[in-house]
């Protein structure tokens, strides 16, 4: 869906272009990408996840805005999926559903005969502990611990690092104890011509703090351009 709604943007919208720095200023922001272009702009609108968000040199915005936005946290997970020609774990009567004490932390049937798992952040370390050549072949042993030794014979299979990916660096918003009152009221709040969305900025991540944040955000940007 994404990619067919940039279709209809055409030029408008640039891949591949990091963004290093940016200049707001009323009647006229400026964004520098790297390797030294510079747009500009009437307003900004970030929706960077606060991990990457952190990298980009801002000006024109408040020390109590940035303070906010940069102690914001999120969840260091990554993804690991299997795929089977057919859901194996079924013939002996169970549904793939887990929580698990090994390096992945739970397992669910994505789809028929995909197998998905999440590494939580507290086991994070010990994933990229592994030398890359055994890592596949590790944690397939802890869903044939589960599901028995065909576990070992998925015809494809997938790691991502979300955690560690330099445009996400994380998985989900994640708040700990203590961090609500300190990201404090300017959570979620705008100020033109910067705006930010983002399921960051949302009160609990995910999907939809992506699509809420987003469709408030371009209200706002409407209203006040
Ligand atoms: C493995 C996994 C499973 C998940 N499962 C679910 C689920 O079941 N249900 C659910 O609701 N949510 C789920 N989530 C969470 C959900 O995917 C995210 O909350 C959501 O996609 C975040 O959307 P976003 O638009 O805020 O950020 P993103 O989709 O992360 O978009 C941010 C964009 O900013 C870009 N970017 C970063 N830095 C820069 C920069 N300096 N310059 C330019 N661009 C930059 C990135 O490349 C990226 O394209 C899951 C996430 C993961 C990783």
Redesign the pocket.
């Known amino acids: 869906m994404a990619l067919r709604m940039a279709t209809e943007l055409g030029r408008r919208i640039r891949l591949e ?4 720095e940016v200049a707001v200023r009323p009647g006229g922001c400026r964004v520098r990408l790297a390797g030294g272009e510079s747009l500009t702009a009437d307003a900004v609108v970030s ?3 606060v991990g ?1 968000l952190r ?2 040199a801002f000006t024109g915005v408040s020390e109590a805005r940035l303070a906010s936005l940069h102690r914001q946290r999120q969840a260091v ?1 990554a ?1 690991f999926a299997a795929a089977y020609d057919k859901p194996f774990w079924r013939s002996l009567d169970l549904n793939g559903l887990s929580e698990c004490e090994g390096v992945l932390g739970s397992t669910w049937p994505q789809s028929e005969g995909i197998l998905s798992a ?1 590494i939580p952040p507290e086991r994070y370390g010990v994933l990229l502990g592994m030398p890359a050549p055994v890592r596949d072949h590790e944690l397939l042993s802890d869903v044939a611990r589960l599901y028995g030794a065909q576990a070992f014979q998925p015809f494809t299979s997938y790691l ?1 690092l ?1 955690g560690t990916d330099p ?2 660096q994380g ?3 994640q708040w700990n104890p203590g961090d609500v009152m300190a990201v404090g009221p300017l959570h979620g709040t705008q100020k033109p011509p910067f705006y930010v969305c ?3 900025q949302w009160v609990a ?6 699509v809420r944040t ?1 469709r408030d955000t371009a209200r706002e940007v409407l209203r006040h351009g």
């Open positions: 272009a990091a963004v290093e929706a960077l996840p990457p990298s980009v997970a993804k999440l991502r979300w445009w996400t998985y989900v918003t983002g399921s960051d991540g995910y999907m939809e703090g992506a987003g």
